[in-house]
């Protein structure tokens, strides 16, 4: 039976956009074979799929369909399908399969899983979970659950390969064989002092070319980064990010190795900082997802569309002290939402700069200035650009030179201050510890839109009446 990546049209094999998606005709098979109960057809389409692509698939399938597919798929679920799927539709999956199904993929996860599996769940199904664990697993979960959420010890793994500071390649070389069990995926072994104090990383592949005899400590990595256990995951994927790490050991506040961060955890954690600063920035809420049902959306997404409702208040009371400007020259009703709409499309740009500059500590005290005189010098040129053409537009369209001049001259003003407060807004917002990503927008949004207004009638009310 073809594999569901083998079932794409061939017309569309070359397409880069389709790279890596599931082709419809392969989920239509999946989903006929559960339709028809074929276990054995079921089976012959997935076990070549990898668990992420199973996990997609659970995702983008309606509920009534992924709760028969789970119930025919059953014992050949594991914990790595559990580990790829959306937090959001997790749990039901979960509820659906047999105990034994779920306690048995369970039971292959390595603790770093286990402890996102568990993390958000209620107690009592937190308990069922850490009930089917190995004592020392049970353990060594419950102690990652006691740190503060969001920390390094809660994304780490207990599960490490460690080495006295005094051992050769041999010595190494002879432990890992002789090991009754490793962790499945290694990258490093850790050198440690007596106190278990980790001291340096050696690569396996730097182990496997050294001779015997070589001491491990002349062949360890130049560069090595300690965690501390209480470390917000924020940090510890930057700093995998910037310093390029593969494995990091974390300690405790004794300095004592307490497990291992690995890079596969280290980028997931980044994925999902990038993935909320855009849903906030957008207002819909930092987890929202495709898989959230309409009461939820709509939970997610009411308080910014109240918040949106509230700074549109505001711009209309601007435009209301200047009724009757508006009323004599009915033009400006026509040409008002130009200047609010490029003064906001401006901010944008320079808010969405400058909070991704925050995110990965690009934008800091010693160049925040001269990162927002930028922003100002290119919403100036731009303003300049626009003012020009709005100008004879002002002209062509009603006749009116001075009208070209209002418009002109309120552009520039608008496009300068989104340029300073898309920027500044979100710096300051961080200095005062609020998330620029969840409120800089509303803030942006107001202050271009009460200004663009408050410059172009103002400017009208003086030069044409």
Do not use: C
Request: no cysteine; charged share 25%; net charge negative.
């Amino acid at each position: 039976m073809a594999d569901l990546n083998d079932q794409i049209a061939p017309e569309t094999e070359l397409e880069e956009e389709d790279a890596y998606v599931l082709d419809r005709r392969g989920v239509a098979a999946v989903l006929y074979a559960v339709e028809i109960g074929d276990r054995d057809r079921l089976l012959a389409l997935m076990e070549p799929m990898h668990s992420a692509d199973i996990a997609d698939l659970l995702e983008q399938i309606n509920p009534f369909d992924r709760g028969r597919l789970i119930r025919l798929y059953d014992q050949e679920f594991d914990g790595e399908i559990l580990s790829d799927l959306d937090e959001n539709i997790r749990e039901e999956v979960m509820a659906a399969l047999r105990p034994e199904t779920l306690a048995e993929a369970v039971r292959d996860m390595e603790s770093d899983d286990v402890v996102d599996l568990v993390e958000d769940l209620d107690a009592p199904q937190q308990e069922a979970i850490l009930e089917v664990l190995e004592d020392a697993d049970r353990v060594a979960v419950e102690q990652a659950l006691s740190y503060p959420e969001f920390s390094a010890g809660r994304l780490m793994q207990r599960e490490t390969v460690m080495a006295p500071e005094h051992w050769t390649v041999g010595d190494a070389i002879d432990y890992m064989r002789d090991a009754e069990e490793l962790p499945e995926q290694f990258y490093h072994v850790i050198l440690v002092d007596p106190r278990m104090r980790p001291v340096a990383n050696v690569t396996l592949g730097k182990i496997m070319g050294a001779p015997r005899t070589v001491p491990l400590k002349n062949i360890a990595e130049e560069m090595f980064q300690i965690i501390p256990v209480t470390q917000d995951e924020g940090d510890v994927a930057y700093a995998f990010n910037q310093y390029h790490l593969i494995t990091a050991p974390v300690v405790d506040e004794n300095e004592r190795l307490v497990g291992v961060i690995t890079i596969d955890d280290a980028m997931e954690v980044l994925d999902e900082e990038h993935e909320e600063d855009i849903l906030r920035l957008a207002g819909v809420g930092e987890e929202s997802s495709l898989s959230d049902r309409v009461v939820e959306t709509t939970r997610q997404r009411l308080p910014w569309l109240a918040v949106n409702l509230v700074t549109a208040i505001l711009a209309s009371l601007v435009i209301a002290q200047f009724e009757a400007t508006i009323a004599q020259y009915v033009a400006l009703a026509v040409l008002m939402p130009i200047v609010a709409s490029m003064g906001g499309n401006a901010g944008t740009q320079s808010l969405t700069v400058a909070v991704r500059a925050l995110a990965t500590k690009d934008l800091t005290s010693a160049n925040v200035w001269r990162v927002i005189r930028r922003e100002v010098l290119v919403g100036l040129i731009n303003g300049v650009v626009f003012a020009l053409v709005m100008g004879v537009v002002g002209i062509i369209w009603f006749g009116s030179p001075m009208l070209g001049v209002v418009i002109a001259v309120a552009m520039v003003v608008n496009l300068v201050v989104a340029g300073l407060a898309g920027t500044g807004i979100p710096v300051l917002l961080e200095k005062i510890g609020v998330d620029p990503a969840l409120a800089s927008g509303a803030f942006v949004t107001t202050v271009t839109d009460v200004v663009g207004f408050f410059a172009f009638l103002a400017l009208a009310g003086a030069i044409l009446l």
